[in-house]
């Protein structure tokens, strides 16, 4: 058997290809293909890798046409805060000098996961067994940090209500 790997670095991501050949035939028996995020938590959907604080435009159109948009002027920032829906999550921006860049994921059923495998309506169980326990808890909420970002869930009765990657910008 031969392996070929290929790494590319492009916008602080990391992506592997493994694949795999049978020595005589040369097909292809596995392909395996993954994105290495450089820093915090990230989502991804539709191979596209989310991370806060990151340029929003790019990242909203290789995702394509949301469901839906929304805008209205920023509380905390000069411009507008936006709101693109897509299925099973919604991303928000917020305004910098020249561009937008993401402030938050929230996914919103589960049809999503993060990119560990936790979803809405896991137990509290696996979230500690996936990301374990040290974590900020105040009430219901449980907050991971990583580099400049958190990932938050609600847990009620041992359950996860809700899930949103945010910065530590806002």
């Known amino acids: 058997k031969e392996k070929i790997i290929n790494l590319t670095m492009s916008n602080n991501h990391l992506s592997c290809c493994f694949c795999f050949f049978h020595s005589k035939a040369h097909h292809i028996f596995a392909l395996y293909s993954s994105t290495i995020v450089r820093e915090g938590y990230a989502f991804i959907s ?64 589960d049809s999503v996961t993060t990119v560990e495998g936790v979803a809405i309506g896991d137990s509290k169980e696996k979230l500690e067994q996936v990301y374990g326990t040290e974590c900020t808890v105040e009430e219901n909420l449980m907050i991971y940090e990583k580099d400049d970002m958190k990932l938050r869930f609600i847990v009620k009765d041992g359950v996860i209500e809700a899930i949103e990657y945010v910065s530590n910008v806002l």
């Open 46 to 109: 539709k191979d596209v890798v989310i991370e806060m604080d990151e340029e929003a435009a790019p990242i909203i159109e290789a995702l394509g046409e949301p469901l839906s948009y929304f805008e209205a002027a920023s509380c905390a920032f000069e411009g507008l805060d936006k709101i693109y829906t897509y299925s099973g999550f919604e991303i928000n921006t917020y305004p910098g000098k020249d561009k937008d860049y993401i402030s938050s994921v929230i996914l919103k059923d």
